[in-house]
């Protein structure tokens, strides 16, 4: 295999990993606030707390979501190079 291949190849499997990546960090997301929303019996109790407090779970979430964010328009980018000025802003 000549060296352009062999990058080409290397550049789909990390292009894939980082799909498969946004994927699981966006579905993690989404039931954490599910669970804090509809589900808060079944959170377990920190230690020190006096109850279920979904504060943590919502916060949690929130970054989630954002970091899912950042790496879908991270692959994005990498698809559609031309179109770079659309997804920075």
Known sequence: MNKVSELCEKTTKVFSL????GLLILINAVALGVVARWFPCIMLTLPGSSG?????????STAGLIFAVFLLVAIMLYIKPASKRAWAQ
Request: net charge negative; charged share 10%; hydrophobic share 55%.
């Open 18 to 21: 980082s799909l498969i990546a």
């Open 52 to 60: 279920n407090d979904p504060a943590l779970l919502y916060n949690l």
